[in-house]
Antibody, heavy 120, light 113 residues
């Protein structure tokens, strides 16, 4: 059974940093692109970043480019999101999602999410 | 960036009746080399992560009931629930995965009339 378990969320002040982790199991992790999607309280879904399936390609939403870094450790079956220079508007539940296969495929499995609150 | 719009914002349907949600992309998301539309539909219930319903615009996900169907091509797409059940109350999102940023529509809330 595919499982994705996010961790690392919490309360942080504006300008601070957090690192989210997503522990994956139940599939061959290194064969699939992986994505972070966030959802602000009461709002819709926003694509944040994708780590592609080949060549280490990474992709970011303009709203996080230069502040967030996606990475993965295939030996640990774990996806990460390093978030720096956090802003109040980054407050959201952050979901980790597994792609159906490559970069340009939909997410077919999602974690339960981890809440990030940016507030002073 | 490709902008995704959905209509209506909210939809009230009687149990057993048909629900239809529309999604429009600002650019063509049909890739001519493989004739696939890079469009997915998700269902999200309160307090839960999204669940994949339909991908490639018209292919049902694993375990998705056949009352859910997707259609359309190019820039105009539709999600249809043929006979609404109580457990279908949710917000439905379309998303394009043709090119980054992989943008979502704003969502359509479906509830019981």
């Amino acid at each position: 059974e595919v499982q994705l378990l996010e961790s690392g969320g919490g309360l942080v002040q504006p300008g601070g940093s957090l690192r989210l982790s997503c522990a994956a199991s139940g599939f061959t992790f290194n064969r699939y692109a992986m994505t972070w999607v966030r959802q602000a309280p009461g709002k819709g879904l926003e694509w944040v970043s994708t780590f592609g399936d080949t060549g280490g390609s990474t992709y970011y939403a303009d709203s996080v480019k230069g502040r967030f870094t996606i990475s993965r450790d295939n030996s640990k079956n774990t996806l990460y999101l390093q978030m720096n220079s956090l802003r109040v508007e980054d407050t959201a539940v952050y979901y980790c999602a597994k792609a159906t296969l490559g970069t340009n495929t939909p997410a077919d499995c999602w974690g339960q999410g981890t809440l990030v609150t940016v507030s002073s | 960036d490709i902008v995704m719009t959905q209509s209506p914002d909210s939809l009230a349907v009687s149990l057993g009746e048909r629900a239809t949600i529309n999604c429009k992309s600002s650019q063509n998301i049909l890739y001519s080399s493989n004739n696939k539309n890079y469009l997915v539909w998700y269902q999200q219930k309160p307090g839960q992560p999204p669940k994949l319903l339909i991908y490639w615009a018209s292919t049902r996900g694993s375990g998705v009931p056949d009352r859910f169907s997707g259609s359309g091509s190019g820039t105009d797409f539709t999600l249809t629930i043929s006979s609404l059940q109580a457990e279908d109350v949710a917000v439905y999102y379309c998303q394009q995965y043709y090119t980054t940023p992989f943008t979502f529509g704003p969502g359509t809330k479906v509830h019981i009339k």
